[in-house]
Structures are given as C-alpha cells and as structure tokens.
C-alpha cells in the first residue's frame, strides 16, 4: 500500500529540456517520505498503459506534433483515463504536452486537432518561441513556482481553471496574460521547465500527498524544511536577477 506507483509515458519521444529529471525528484522526494516508488515506463504509442497500477502519471515536453499521437493513445482507453481522473489519480503534464488533454490544439497550417478534453482550453501553435523565466504562486496551495519557459504554443483559458498566478514572465499567452498553466481536479498543466519538480520540490511532495490520499493513505512523513532550503534560495535568486531585467 505504500507504493507509489509512477508511470512514466513516451520518456524517448516526449525528452526535451532535460525533464526526465521530474520523474528522479519524485521518486527522491517519495522515498524521503518513507515510500517506495517504482517507475513504469511507456515506450511507444501503442503500448498499454496500465491505469489501475498508476498513482502518477507523467509526460514531459515533447513537439507540439506529438500531441495528436498522445491524443489517440489516451483514446483508445478514454473510460480508463475518466475513471483514474475520477477516482484522484494525479497528472502532470508539462510544456507543449498539455495542450492533448484541453480541447481544442490549433496548428500553424490551419488545421485543428480536437483534444481529450478535460481542461476547458485551445492551445495554439506559435511562429516564434518565447524564452523567459517563468515565477507564479500557485492558486489554492499558495506555492510560489518557478522555472523557465521556451514556449511555442499559446494557450486560452475558458473559466477559472488557472494553475497558477504569473508574477513574472510570459503567460500563457502573452506577457500582459497573468494566469499559468491549467488545473482540474489533480490534473496539471504547467509552462515551467526546468525541470518544474527538481526546482519546485515542494509541488512534488504536494503530488505525491494527493496521490497516495486517492489510495487511503495518509499521515505521510514529511522532508523537514530545510531539505528544500537550497531550491527556496535559488527562487530568490532568480526573483533578483528577474528584478534587474525589468528595472533596465
């Protein structure tokens, strides 16, 4: 029971931004939380995707093409995925990768890819990049979040389903947008790389405490507060540097 079980999707097609470092501060932080994590890989597209012994499920950056292939993966199990969104199971879906599970993904040439559908949104393909560092608090937990951005998508919220609040950087979808990311239920969708999980540990351990509160675990053992304090000094770090450009 406490296992905590990651499944890791696509980690040779969706490996860009060194992001593979998401999946070791997981399991450093569960293990730090007296949890054993195993990590299951999923190696193409067609492979199966085992829901029932998934506790998280993630998939970093890749193209903005492979969205249409995560899109028919995850359909082809769509009741699976409703019932694990259902019953609590944590998602993180990080960079261009997101835009598969919101509605609508629009691509340079006109064509439009409808997605899964669970975060009420439209990503669009960007003619440029946006590189920048990238600072929100996130809504409900109160977390500041940092990372960076290389951003070849803009992404429009419907509703209030916001990850985070942007205090610097691009939104997303333009500097003067101040919302981040999307969320439903405990599935996420975030801009931040770098990676997002090695930088902001504290999200992993709030990831890690949903899922294994989806499984009837609780009373979890919690990293003491100075575990963190080198990526705490590293946010204000940034936050200065970030201070400097804006007051030039």
């Not at 890989?41 to 995560?70: A, Q, R, W």
């Not at 509605?103 to 009420?120: C, H, N, S």
Request: hydrophobic share 35%; proline share 2%; aromatic share 8%.
């Amino acid at each position: 029971m406490n296992k905590l079980n990651i499944t890791w999707c696509w980690p040779d097609i969706l490996n860009l931004h060194g992001d593979r470092g998401n999946v070791m501060a997981l399991v450093r932080i569960a293990e730090k939380m007296g949890l054993e994590a195993e990590v299951h890989k999923v190696v193409n597209f067609g492979d199966e995707i085992d829901l029932d012994n998934t506790d998280i499920l993630l998939l970093n950056p890749g193209e903005f093409k492979s969205c249409e292939y995560i899109v028919n993966a995850f359909s082809r199990i769509k009741e699976d995925l409703d019932d694990y969104i259902y019953r609590g199971g944590v998602i993180l879906a990080v960079g261009t990768t997101g835009a598969s599970f919101g509605k609508t993904i629009r691509k340079l040439d006109g064509t439009a890819v409808t997605g899964l559908g669970y975060l009420d949104m439209e990503c669009r393909e960007r003619d440029s990049i946006v590189g920048d560092d990238l600072i929100c608090k996130m809504r409900e937990t109160g977390f500041d979040l940092n990372g960076s951005q290389i951003q070849v998508m803009d992404t429009f919220l419907n509703g209030d389903i916001a990850l985070g609040d942007v205090e610097y950087g691009y939104g997303n979808c333009s500097y003067e947008d101040r919302r981040e990311g999307a969320r439903t239920e405990n599935l996420i969708f975030t801009n931040m790389l770098g990676p997002v999980l090695v930088k902001n540990p504290w999200l992993a351990q709030e990831l890690i405490l949903w899922a294994m509160s989806s499984k009837g675990v609780m009373n979890l053992l919690k990293p003491d507060e100075g575990e963190f304090e080198l990526e705490r000094k590293s946010l204000e770090c940034v936050r200065r540097y970030n201070q400097t450009k804006q007051n030039k």
